[in-house]
């Protein structure tokens, strides 16, 4: 079902004891200041997903997450964590085929697909991640990337299965950057990600995807980016630390 999302992606940041004082005094902003319905999800390192859920396991709307997974049930990977240990821990969605994990780690769509799997048979909600780099938005494969990691990640999936993603559109040049997609750079390729997934679905299964946008996104323009057809919220890096500016972007929703 097509929500209104808000979610915070950490990455690798903040003491334990910093992640506690952050998610509390989110908390209490949200439930002083908003009432919407938006969903607030928190992405957090593997270690404090446990204290984390803590905080946050009797608050309606507000969910955590991890920002990867391995493909295995279980078994001799070391240093690795599956999902039934993400599901012991209180999160209920993953954030899958983030750039830096691509860029990274070699993440590609092959591995992106398995892992999808998985954490959907565990019944973890994926946020998907995909986004061209400068490079291939200035060369003109900007949609056709976006496609192949759409399809190549995603679209193998029962119908059934699909509708049960996220999908965040990050292009690269715009995390970490300070520079955001304009609202109409990113309307265009919100637009043609719901259009991919109306050819390979059908038309209610892409009114009914939620696609968030990431890149930059902060308090100044998160009204602007999210008043457009096609974004149903944000997946937030550097703004998502601050508790003042994640509480006005979810009110920007
Ligand atoms: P920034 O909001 O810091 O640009 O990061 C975006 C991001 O990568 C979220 O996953």
Known sequence: ??????????????????????VSEIVNMYQDEYRGKAEVIF?????????????????????LSAQNMHQATSGAYTG??????????????????????RQYFGEDEALLAAKTDQALAHELTVIFCI????????????????KK????????LS??????????????WAIGTGKTASPAQAQ?????????????????????????YGGSVKPENAQELFSQKDIDGGLVGGASLKSRDFVDIIKAL
Request: with cysteine.
């Open 1 to 22: 079902m097509r929500k209104k999302i808000a979610a915070g992606n950490w990455k690798m940041h903040l003491s334990l004891t910093e992640a506690q004082k952050l």
């Open 188 to 212: 265009e390729v919100h637009a043609y990600i719901r259009q991919l997934i109306a050819e390979r679905y059908d038309a209610q299964i892409a009114a009914g995807c939620s696609i968030l």
């Open 80 to 101: 690795e964590t599956s999902a039934p240990m993400l599901l012991d821990t209180g999160a209920s969605h993953v954030i899958l085929g983030h750039s830096e994990r």
């Open 43 to 63: 992405g957090v390192p593997f270690p404090y997903l446990h204290p984390i859920h803590h905080l946050i396991k009797d608050k309606n709307n507000i969910h």
């Open 159 to 172: 119908a059934e299965n699909f509708s049960k993603l996220i999908i965040a559109y990050e292009p690269v």
């Open 149 to 156: 990691q759409l399809s190549g990640g995603c679209f193998h």
């Open 131 to 146: 986004g061209e780099s400068l490079e291939e938005r200035e060369s003109g494969h900007m949609l056709a990337v976006v």
